[in-house]
């Protein structure tokens, strides 16, 4: 089947679509640039109560009041620099080995029991809260869900605008613009993100009292970890790779005196 239409249709999809775009682009003083990011917080902040609701009832949460004490002590100060007093903070040990931690747009984080026997120190630790954080700060969930949303919607208009022409590929023109789609601009922001992430992470452990040296001593026993068990080459990961993460996050480090 073909999939086609006007091509005055055509046109007004795809000004929809950059008006859209357009519109969704401000700029972020948190981290310097502008960014698109349509979706308001708030529907996000939303939808994440139930997700955060439906994983507490699924997945075990650690009973240690002492591990609980722990995380809640070091996240204090780094909530209170990020100054967000708009959101209910929650910070939850969840019982899994997985050496992993991350965060809702409704400020609600995760540390599993494998990060928190991990970290080697409270500001170990305060690098891992501060990068969750920081993540909020810099709008990323929402510009997440905003690249994914328009790059769907660039793979639906691209079936519509080629499918009059040919028809016989459209499904095949959807399929390659969806990887390019994927490789060419989510992972790619994604790992942008996570860089972004570690540098306002570490502005938020320095306002809150922490050593951000730390938050070096902790990547660098992470990439010999990783090293010794193997990873995936950056291009065809989210996260960047160790050696790049690193050498920025020292930069970052060493910027702030």
């Not at 639906?156 to 969806?178: K, P, W, Y």
């Not at 306002?200 to 010999?224: N, S, Y």
Request: glycine content about 8%; some cysteine.
């Amino acid at each position: 089947m073909c999939l086609c239409c006007p091509i005055s249709d055509r046109r007004a999809l795809l000004g929809g679509l950059v008006a859209l775009t357009l519109a969704g682009c401000s700029d972020n003083a948190r981290t310097g640039r502008r960014q698109m990011a349509f979706v308001p917080d708030e529907q996000l902040a939303r939808m994440a109560d139930q997700a955060w609701a439906e994983l507490k009832a699924s997945q075990p949460v650690l009973d240690d009041p002492v591990m609980d004490e722990r995380l809640a002590r070091v996240a204090a100060p780094i909530t209170a620099a990020a100054g967000r007093d708009d959101l209910k903070w929650e910070f939850v040990v969840f019982d899994a080995p997985e050496l992993n931690a991350f965060v809702l747009p409704n400020g609600k984080v995760a540390v599993f029991r494998g990060m928190m026997d991990f970290v080697a120190s409270d500001d170990e630790l305060g690098a891992v809260v501060g990068h969750e954080v920081a993540h909020i700060l810099a709008r990323h969930p929402a510009e997440r869900v905003s690249q994914q949303l328009a790059a769907q919607a660039g793979v639906s208009l691209a079936q519509l605008v080629f499918g009059g022409e040919n028809g016989e590929n459209a499904d095949m023109i959807a399929r390659v613009l969806g990887l390019g789609a994927t490789y060419g601009v989510l992972l790619p922001y994604s790992r942008a993100h996570e860089l972004e992430a570690d540098r306002l992470g570490v502005d938020l452990m320095r306002k809150a009292g922490m050593q951000p040296q730390a938050a070096v001593r902790f990547w660098e026993r992470m990439m010999a970890r990783q090293a010794r068990q193997g990873a995936p080459p950056e291009a065809l990961s989210t996260h960047p790779a160790d050696g790049r993460r690193l050498a920025e996050l020292k930069i970052a480090v060493a910027g702030g005196g």
